[in-house]
């Protein structure tokens, strides 16, 4: 069983930075990918940036240069700095882990299937 617990969200002005955290529990492959993915209302859930195991990354296209998508082996933790941030950044943010139940989401190539509960990030401009 894979748990998945964010933190680290918050509200901030245009241009400001947060750094979300992603601690996870369980049976965690270290072969596999996370991802972080964003959600605003009445839209599907979207992906922001993934990491693999040997720390290739991959971000939208919005993400890129801004934000940073590390992992502590170690202390099996997912992080997610966020610079510069706009205010169509704002939504929901959840942690990921590659596979999971049937369904889930598609990004990077990679279906995402465990997600944690989400932390709210609001940027006001």
């Known amino acids: 069983q894979v748990e998945l617990v964010e933190s680290g969200g918050g509200s901030v002005q245009d241009g400001g930075s947060l750094r979300l955290s992603c601690v996870a529990s369980?049976?965690?492959?270290?072969?596999?990918?996370l991802a972080w993915f964003r959600q605003v209302p009445g839209k599907e859930r979207e992906g922001v940036a993934s990491i693999g195991h040997y720390d290739n990354t991959f971000y939208e296209d919005s993400a890129k240069g801004r934000f940073t998508i590390s992992r502590d082996y170690a202390k099996k933790i997912l992080y997610l700095q966020m610079n510069s941030l706009k205010p169509e950044g704002s939504g929901v943010y959840y942690c990921?882990?590659?596979?999971?139940?049937?369904?889930?989401?598609?990004?990077?190539?990679?279906?995402?299937?465990?997600w944690g509960l989400g932390t709210q990030v609001t940027v006001s401009s």
């Open positions: 990921a882990f590659e596979g999971g139940p049937d369904g889930g989401t598609w990004f990077a190539g990679r279906r995402f299937a465990y």
């Open positions: 369980g049976y965690i492959f270290s072969t596999k990918y």
